[in-house]
């Protein structure tokens, strides 16, 4: 008698194993399929990764596979390989990782077929519509919209149109997108520096290369990545492009569609909804696709054909992922590209300092654009304005204030750059210094302008709360918001310019669907003087008018206790000024500061990046920091700090014997000691070799699987970003 078949499951459990099922019907093309199964008292969807005759779960014991998914193509064999390394490397179950990185869609048990990427009339509905009657407005809307042609499905899905009732009644059906009408031709011709660029990638035999474009703002990067990928699509291969922003990816896609008209493209991000997601997935997965576009999880979409990774903007911290699988997309693309024998373009006007040293090593081939791409586009000029000085007055100095009224006047667009949202970071009491915190977290509470009045929100666990009518340590009625958030840096502008259009854009403004678009037409449009912004209007946009950008608040970055702080300041800085003066234009940047002197604006003063990236790895290395160390960080949380500092006692004390050549630091409170009524710790661990810090984290995280205490969380962070 055979032995009885049985697959190897991975399941969305938070135990590092896999779950063996009987279903004898099953063969190796099952591995990689969905599949069904009892788990517990419920059903569950994993993902077959092996299968095997034999299992150390008693006979009796083992239950049957409810279903094996075979409608749909199993995951791959190479989408196998980067889940299992990234669950390894990562220190987080293959189950887990797994189901992670599919569609939401195919997560339920209950699966849904995937949503057609457009709807167009049918005959039926042709011959309908023209009989509809006048007062059928909602009918008539829906009829206008499809006349021309088929239409995206998202573009119908705001609307309040009667689509369902449609399909029900046979008048729509699924359709394709129609391609975009092509400019192909015309298309700039190469700098000398891109082309220079462009050459040394088409000699590069294949296999895999991992490439850093480093190009300052607007020097043309966008341009190199298209005509590489346009190279790499004549091969018949197909091209995954990573965009660190959501907001970025509706226009590049538009502007990859323009160029390659003919061309199979799909977004991927978790602003579609889950149709819309699978049915792009599946595109790529079925080789119908030639260029996925997406956010940091596009980075496991399976391609088959794949033969390109462009990583834009690689240093962007939103790479990386804050929890669950804390993967960074760049490394794991760079794995990928190397597993799969193909190029990895990472690009970036301030690449990272991994990135950068990795580079000097000769890890990473460098390619430079140093100039702007356009002929008669200079960098901007980047000048400091010492507020010790010149005192701000509500947070805008006469410099920044003057600079502003000439490009009124001149009818040119202006950006004021400020990190920081909401109305001013803290409510101060005059009379005993007292100032608002967070009854939940180590936190101030944050003014924010709320319906006439004002509002204390906590910007860690989302409190809000009505400011108190007097202050609660001394009684005294003096309560004034201290400092300045977009909210009143966006009033003091409208003081100051009452004649200008100025439109703020900030997560609070963004959270509006279609918000983004809005902005960028209206500043196309030039129906917005001055744009008020944090970090999010920084990145990305191309404005030709825009030919001023103003710094304020920058400073407080300077005094952060993270390391990293200097860096991600350089870079968003760099970044906001790159906006300024992009196209025939003359730009200039204006930074308020109390360090005029400081090395980090006099290298941005300069725009001179590897002066400030060499100089800080010099610090990096002093200090052993990454990237001349590698770092895992295991954060723990309770409801009392003792209780969150014993179980990290505890992990220390587990890990001493396995140490070698890892540096164990002692538990301490983390910087931010308490969100949400958590009291938090943390313990870092570090190691100059990433092979060691990975055969030390393994066994030292398999002792602590049994360490169980009731209402402790803990998690272990390989190269955190974050503190
Ligand atoms: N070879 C070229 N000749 C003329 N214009 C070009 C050329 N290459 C790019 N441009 C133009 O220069 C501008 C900047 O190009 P692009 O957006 O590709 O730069 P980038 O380096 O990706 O910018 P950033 O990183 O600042 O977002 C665009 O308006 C683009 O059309
Ligand atoms: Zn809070």
């Keep these: 008698m055979p032995a009885p078949a049985l697959i190897q499951v991975a399941l969305d459990a938070p135990l590092d194993r896999l779950f063996d099922y009987r279903a004898p019907d099953a063969t190796p ?26 299992s150390e779960v008693a006979d009796t014991r083992l239950r049957d596979v409810i279903a094996i998914d075979r409608a749909l193509p199993a995951l791959p064999e190479d989408i196998l390989q980067l889940a ?15 189901l992670a990185i599919l569609p939401p869609a195919l997560k339920r048990t209950r699966f849904r077929a995937p949503a057609p990427a457009a709807y167009a009339l049918t005959e039926v509905g042709r011959a309908a519509v023209a009989g509809l009657p006048a007062r059928a407005t909602a009918q008539r809307r829906l009829a206008g919209l499809l006349a021309a042609g088929a239409v995206a499905a998202g573009e119908l899905a705001d609307l309040r149109v009667p689509l369902s009732a449609w399909l029900k009644r046979g008048w729509v059906a699924g359709a394709d997108l129609p391609g975009v009408d092509g400019d192909a031709g015309g298309q700039p011709e190469p700098t000398a520096d891109q082309a220079a660029a462009l050459a040394a990638l088409a000699a590069q035999p294949d296999g895999f290369a991992a490439w850093l474009l480093f190009g300052v703002t607007g020097s043309g990067k966008t341009e190199v990545y298209l ?17 660190p922003e959501i907001h970025l990816t509706p226009q590049m896609v538009e502007r990859f569609g323009r160029r390659f008209p003919g061309r199979k493209l799909v977004s991927l991000h978790s602003g579609l ?27 496991f979409a399976p391609l088959p054909r794949l033969g390109l990774i462009v990583v834009d903007e690689e240093h962007d911290a939103s790479y990386k992922q804050m929890e669950g699988l804390r993967y960074h997309a760049r490394d794991v693309a760079v794995w990928r590209a190397r597993a799969a024998g193909v190029a990895v373009l990472l690009g970036s006007a301030t690449p990272a300092l991994e990135s950068w040293a990795n580079a000097r090593r000769g890890r990473y081939r460098l390619l430079s654009l140093p100039e702007r791409a356009h002929a008669d586009a200079d960098l901007p000029t980047v000048s400091l304005v010492d507020s010790r000085t010149d005192k701000p007055r509500q947070g805008v100095t006469e410099a920044l204030r003057q600079a502003l009224a000439d490009n009124l006047a001149r009818g040119e667009q202006s950006l004021v750059f400020i990190n920081r949202r909401g109305y001013a970071p803290v409510l101060y009491c005059r009379a005993c210094g007292h100032v608002s915190t967070c009854p939940r977290c180590a936190a101030h509470q944050v003014v924010h302008r709320h319906r006439g009045g004002y509002q204390l929100r906590c910007h860690h666990c989302g409190l809000a709360a009505r400011p108190p009518e007097a202050c609660p340590a001394c009684g005294s009625l003096d309560l004034a918001p201290a400092g300045q958030g977009t909210q009143k840096v966006e009033d003091t502008l409208a003081e100051l310019f009452p004649a200008a259009r100025i439109l703020r854009i900030d997560r609070d403004t963004a959270a509006r669907k279609g918000a983004f678009a809005a902005m960028r037409t209206a500043v196309e449009r030039r ?16 404005f030709p008018m825009l030919t001023l950008v103003g710094v304020v608040g920058a400073d407080q970055a300077l005094m952060s206790t993270d390391f990293r702080a200097s860096e991600r300041l350089f870079a968003q800085l760099m970044q906001v000024g790159g906006r300024a003066g992009r196209a025939a234009h003359a730009g200039r940047v204006l930074i308020q500061t109390e360090y005029p002197h400081h090395p980090l604006y006099a290298a941005l003063v300069r725009h001179d990046y590897p002066a400030f990236a060499e100089r800080t790895l010099v610090e990096r290395r002093q200090a052993e920091f990454p990237p001349y160390s590698h770092q895992a960080l295991m954060r723990a949380d309770a409801r009392s700090m003792t209780e969150a500092m014993a179980f990290l006692e505890r992990a220390h004390s587990l890990a001493e014997d396995l140490a070698e050549g890892v540096l164990l630091y002692d538990p301490v409170p983390a910087l931010m000691p308490r969100i949400a009524e958590r009291e938090r710790a943390q313990l870092l661990v570090q190691s100059g070799n990433r092979a060691r810090l990975q055969a030390f984290l393994t066994p030292w995280l398999a002792r602590l699987r049994d360490e169980k205490s009731a209402g402790l969380r803990w998690s272990v962070d390989v190269d955190p970003l974050d503190w």
């Design 527 to 542: 129906e917005v003087d001055i744009l008020v912004g944090t970090q999010i209007v920084a990145k990305g946009h191309d």
């Design 227 to 243: 005509r590489e990928i346009e190279r790499v699509l004549a091969r018949g291969r197909q091209v995954l492009v990573l965009l």
């Design 273 to 299: 909804s889950d149709g819309e997601r699978l049915a792009a997935w599946l595109d790529g997965l079925e080789g119908r696709a030639d260029i996925a576009l997406g956010t940091r999880l596009a980075v």
């Design 29 to 54: 093309e099952d591995i990689g399929r969905r599949v069904r199964v009892p788990f517990g008292p419920r059903e569950q969807v994993g993902v077959v990764v092996g299968l095997g005759s034999r």
């Design 84 to 98: 299992r390394f990234a669950a390894a490397y990562y220190q987080h179950p293959l189950g887990q990782t797994l």
